[in-house]
């Protein structure tokens, strides 16, 4: 969002991005299920309720995910299916997302296009060093999570076997979920809290059309970076807001938050591309590098190479 990679000619790739953020969202929750604790179990029981929101078929969806009138063993069954059938679906789209990066070539900083070999570098072994060093730092702090705290980040509450007959007292999502369940809650409507719960998704896949600015790069854009950081901001607030009780304060924090970040994208985003003065973009990449990277006393540019 920073950089703009969602702009032409890239909104294939950017799509199949929100494509496999959905699926990611899809397999953790079918998979947080599995265990069946309390906290797996009223998930299950709040998340599928949503659909019966939807006019006319929502029941019947309802009643078809968890293969009965209530969750039971049937829900079980079909959510570990699930669980195990969707990585094979998330492989699939990163295929066709990897393939997608390879017609329309790697988004840079500068938000402008290469046009010659001075403008990239070989994808051996700058890119390479670079991807490699931090999926091992990924790998180290994954590690100690999985060996040392496996149980940091969940509720006490799944420990306990699911008991369909005691309601836990504070039921929440797992962190990652929190922000789009504060804007569920922060509605009082329940169609409309759905739907704005799945608008805040998927409006993520028509940016490429939102953002009526030409220029790419947020390092040339000064109000869009504050508008940008402002929806970070938000989007944390609300992952906070997620956490705490549907009460007094918290639903109005939630709401402010809601409205901005909605509002960022139907009405910042458009709006910004037809009032923003944007600063001066480079002709190329290596002008950027050169105006803004080189110490006193100068280097020569960046070696020719073929871009990854």
Excluded at 37 to 54: E, H, K, P, R
Excluded at 157 to 171: C, K, L, S, V
Excluded at 240 to 264: D, K, N, Q, S
Excluded at 286 to 293: I, M, P, Q, T, W
Aim: net charge neutral.
């Amino acid at each position: 969002m920073y950089y703009g990679s969602y702009k032409d000619p890239r909104e294939v790739l950017w799509i199949l991005g929100v494509i496999l953020f959905l699926l990611m969202i899809a397999t953790g929750f079918v998979g947080y299920v599995l265990p069946w604790g309390q906290m797996s179990f009223w998930a299950a029981t709040v998340i599928t309720n949503l659909f019966s929101a939807i006019p006319v078929i929502g029941s019947s969806i309802v009643t078809w995910l968890w293969g009965g009138f209530a969750v039971g063993d049937p829900t079980l069954n079909r959510f570990y299916a699930l669980h195990y059938l969707l990585p094979f679906v998330i492989a699939g789209v990163v295929v066709l997302h990897i393939w997608a990066l390879h017609v329309v070539g790697q988004n840079n900083p500068t938000g402008v296009e290469p046009k010659t070999d001075k403008d990239v570098v070989a994808f051996t072994p700058y890119a390479t060093i670079k991807d490699g060093f931090l999926i091992g730092v990924f790998c180290i702090v994954l590690a100690w999570f999985v060996f040392y705290i496996p149980n940091y980040l969940l509720s006490p509450d799944n420990f306990d076997r699911a008991n369909p007959e005691q309601t836990p007292t504070h039921i929440v999502p797992e962190w990652y979920y929190l922000p789009f369940y504060a804007i569920l809650r922060g509605i009082p409507d329940k169609l409309l809290g759905v739907t704005a719960l799945a608008a805040s998704i998927i409006v993520l896949a028509f940016m490429p059309w939102l953002d009526t600015s030409r220029v790419r790069s947020a390092n040339y854009r000064p109000l869009y970076r504050q508008f940008l950081f402002i929806f970070f901001g938000a989007v944390i607030g609300l992952g906070y807001l997620g956490a705490r009780e549907p009460t007094g304060g918290y639903v109005i924090a939630a709401r402010i938050l809601t409205t901005y970040y909605f509002a960022f994208f139907f009405v910042i985003l458009p709006l910004l591309g037809l009032f923003e003065k944007t600063k001066p973009v480079p002709n190329s990449i290596s002008e950027s590098v050169l105006r803004h990277g080189v110490p006193a006393g100068g280097s020569a540019p960046p070696p020719p190479g073929t871009q990854g």
